[in-house]
């Protein structure tokens, strides 16, 4: 077989320049600012169920408003797993994934015959049926006040879990470092060139016989597990989990932080999950609102005049940059 | 029997309310195919508009709610013309965005300038009280708010179906190049009907006030009943919103009604279902399977 071209689109497994310096950021970033390593976990997580996402709406054309369920059912099956007595953390964050994963394959089927707004409306409906749902059954979600008592056993046997977030930290990088991976695997390979036809043109798709609902599902099913493992770092994180797991509001937040990073690259993710938790965490220290009306411009002029988010924006940018040189 | 009477009366005064909010929905997206998800703020900006020509400039009822509903169809221009004119040739995902957008924007203006409570707006003098219908009684304010939403949905349905203004607009929402190569002129025809949409909506923003009080998060917290009555209603005409906003009135109340834990779900385990089996809307042909 002869070598691929180096931009061909089955070789875009490989780490470009700025992942890597992203990565060493993020690395950096546990040295130098060690009193804000909550908010950096907090962003790891939501970095990886932005990733999560992205699979689902920038490469398989997916607009769900439901993704929280995922995130949520994962978050509570950790936090359960831990009451019941099973408290090893990669344990627990590996069996949330699967149920979440589980949950996505038996709803995807219904759910992705369905597209544009009809989808929106019942991914929608879905997320705020969830969230009533765990809202009544109090006894085993914890209701208003969340799930307390949640215990995690030190990581691979060594690593305590401390107040100061160190080893939380570290921890959600290694897995957030190992899904970046394999998602990088995924939408390189021949199923995801796949993916990102059906998002271009699924009734081309089906002309040429691929089956676009099989493809959908899997994609799904790997982004709902992946967010149930978002969910169960979130717990894991945080030693507690309370009902705005399941929000909408954490739906749109998720929708809002693709957009502002870029949809359909998954560096998109890396930039749209800090810029937005940033801002929230800053600008909400004025007022609950005051962060709204940061991100409501934000986003309107993202989407309006630039392109494909924070990210495009600066390729653009940078393009004219080199074209203007003579 | 009483209990059937309430829910059926009650839902029909919600239901019908809900229809004209949602109507003004309908409008916008069946001629301009841009979802807008920020209806609801237009809606919530009458009610609070309203409450403040009322209750802090005094201004009566009957001549501050033509005002508020004809200041925010003014803004509604504004907003078309600045915003929503730009969204006409993009994804549906950028609409999406975008209005969101505006509904956060919207939420926290509203916070900032009216604070983050509850306030009801308090019917006038005149309408306040109970009727007596004989079976049941209803408060006076319930049934004005109904025979307004019938007359507006009434007129609406005759200009639509039985003028010539209705068959241009029935045009344009067919084929709009054909419509404009006629000689019609479809921006101020899409200003003129964004401006009706909201004007609706802030209507229906105002008589809901008293039932549903305005806050903040009004625009976020009542629009998926808003989108659901769209949605189900697909792009079909006035008859059938009607019908199906009078049907989510009624599932909202009754449910609320005869299982007060888990009133809230019937109302989304009915939209997912119906959605599944009629994605383009109740009314309309059954879509091929993938």
Known sequence: MTALPANSILSRHRWNAGELVWLVCALGCFFTFPEYLALGTAVLVMVLLVLSYDLLLGFSGVLSLGHAVYFGLGAFTAGWLSLAGWKDPVLDALLAAAASGLAAALLGPFLLRLTGLPL?????????????AAHLATPITGGDDGLSGVQFAPVLGLFDWGLGGRTSY?????????VYVLLKRVVAS????ILQGIRENPKRMRLMGNRVLPHLTISYSIGGALAGLAG????EANAFV???????????????MLVLGGVGTLSGALIGAPVYMVLKHFASQWSPFYWMLVIGPLLIAVVLFGRGGLLGSARTIVARWRRAQP | MSAAA?????GLSYGLVLCLIALGLVITMGLMRVINLAHGAFAALGGYLAITLIQRAAIPYAVAVPVAVLSVAAFGVLAERLVYRRLYARSQLDQVLVTIGLNLVAVALLSMLFGPNLIPLEPPPALRGNLDLGFREIEVYRAFAAGVCLAVIAALWWVFERTSTGARLRAAVDNQGMAQAMGLNVPVLFSATFALGCGLAALGGILAAPMLPMEPMWPLKYLVLVLVVVALAGHARVAASVAVAV?????????????????GFVIYLLLIVLMVMWP????APRVERA
């Open chain 1, 242 to 256: 309370g009902l705005g797991v399941l929000s909408l509001e954490t739906s749109i937040d998720v929708l809002v």
């Open chain 1, 120 to 132: 929106l409306m019942v991914t929608l409906a879905l997320c705020v049926l969830v969230f009533e």
């Open chain 1, 170 to 178: 570290l921890y959600s990088l290694a897995w957030l470092t190992l």
């Open chain 2, 280 to 283: 383009n809307g109740l009314l």
């Open chain 2, 247 to 263: 049907l989510v009135g009624i599932v909202e109340t009754g449910g609320r009604y005869l299982f007060p834990q888990y009133g």
């Open chain 1, 190 to 193: 021949p199923f995801g060139v």
């Open chain 2, 6 to 10: 309430f829910i059926i009366l009650y």
């Open chain 1, 232 to 235: 169960a770092l979130f717990t």
